[in-house]
């Protein structure tokens, strides 16, 4: 591996910098390597109030040899193996990793999501989906959760005859399956299907890291179903996701006596298609043009000289924190209210965030951490 991709490596696993970061840092400085030698002075000028943690090369290194340990791959968002629909979505994870049949990511793929909770029903109608589907050749993307998802992979398991499979979206590191009551079909997807995460080896399990995923869910798959959920459950982060990408939203429709069937129900209401059968989803999605694709990162996009801007940088992160507070805002509506270029206030939220003082929300929304002193 080139010293470049050891540096995306290390600079993705470095302290603060999450997907959204990782991209404008590669587009300001052009490669993983330049912006490593920056980062920690953006993150003084951003307020920093100790030095963040970067990464090693050892820890990269690290990450390398557990892969290959256990016959995974790391892939690079930069990496012709990487799934094209990803790229496609704002925050696309800068490295994945990979445990399985990769050739399963460029396929075909729909998502099929719901409740842990799920009724005998819904489970059996989820795998019967999920079967019908692979057999027309779609890839199943879940979350491998109880539930749902664990009926979605199970039912994609059962096509014996070649076509198809399913993928599953961990919010834990891929060398472990969690929960564990799922290391049954963790073992099946291993062998027969792909299990992929953004979270690097030895991440501790963390509830939030959960929801997270549930963007590459949606971004690996043209379209979401969602089966049972109530008003609260995470697959209707996932459905918000997925409009946010453009994706397709389906549902299927349940008593108006059952909670579980309250998210589809207002889904539906909401637009998104009605879904009985497999029928409708093909009948939905093949009729979806490819996206139009292209790279979600693009080292150097901006050729700026960083140098000369020093003194507008300071005067844009002066109007910037004027306008931010703990409640979110939407970056265009920061950009019209500041009248500054884009790509001043990109820089400033970009040392902001580095230094822990920012926070990102889906629709493109940010936030100061609640308590940060302006």
């Known amino acids: 591996m080139t010293n470049e991709k050891l540096d995306w490596i290390r600079l993705s696993l470095s302290e603060n910098v999450g997907p959204a970061t990782f991209k404008r840092l590669l ?9 490593l030698e920056h980062i920690e002075d953006w993150a003084r000028k951003g307020g920093a109030k100790k030095s963040i943690t970067i990464a090693t090369t050892d820890a990269a290194e690290l990450q390398l040899n557990k892969a290959e340990k256990i016959n995974a791959k790391i892939l690079l968002s930069v990496d012709a193996a990487y799934p094209t629909l990803l790229k496609q979505i704002s925050d696309a994870p800068p490295v994945l990793f990979i445990l399985g049949h990769e050739n399963l990511l460029n396929q075909k793929s729909v998502a099929i999501v719901g409740t842990r909770g799920a009724t005998l ?37 059962q096509n014996t005859d070649g ?17 564990t009551e799922n290391k049954d079909i963790y073992e099946q997807i291993k062998e027969r299907g792909c299990l992929i995460s953004e979270f690097p080896f030895g991440t501790k399990l963390n509830p939030r890291n959960f929801p997270r995923r549930n963007r590459i869910i949606s971004g690996l798959s043209k379209g979401v179903v969602v089966i049972e959920a109530n008003l609260k459950s995470g697959s209707l982060i996932t459905a918000k996701e997925a409009l946010s990408q453009g994706r397709k939203v389906m549902a299927v429709p349940g008593s108006p006596l059952d909670p579980r069937a309250a998210g589809p129900n207002m889904l539906i209401q909401q637009g998104a298609t009605l879904i009985s059968s497999a029928k409708d989803i093909t009948n939905t999605l093949d009729h979806i043009e490819d996206f139009h694709l292209s790279d979600t990162i693009t080292p150097g996009e901006y050729k700026l000289d960083l ?47 580095l230094a822990g003082r920012l926070e990102h929300f889906p629709g493109n929304r940010i936030a100061l951490i609640y308590g940060d002193k302006k």
């Open 121 to 157: 029903n819904g489970k059996n109608f989820a795998a019967q989906l999920a079967l019908d589907l692979a057999q027309q050749d779609y890839v199943i993307i879940s979350g491998m959760a109880k539930g749902i998802d664990r009926s979605a992979h199970v039912g994609a398991l």
């Open 163 to 179: 076509h198809g499979g399913t993928v599953a979206v961990l919010g834990t590191p891929i060398d472990a399956a969690y929960p």
């Open 307 to 353: 140098d000369k801007m020093e003194k507008d940088i300071d005067k844009a992160r002066h109007l910037v924190l004027e306008n931010l507070g703990p409640e979110m805002i939407e970056t265009d509506a920061l950009i019209r209210a500041t009248e500054l270029p884009a790509r001043l206030v990109s820089i400033v939220l970009t040392q902001l965030e």
């Open 27 to 35: 587009s300001f400085f052009g490669s993983a390597t330049k912006a």
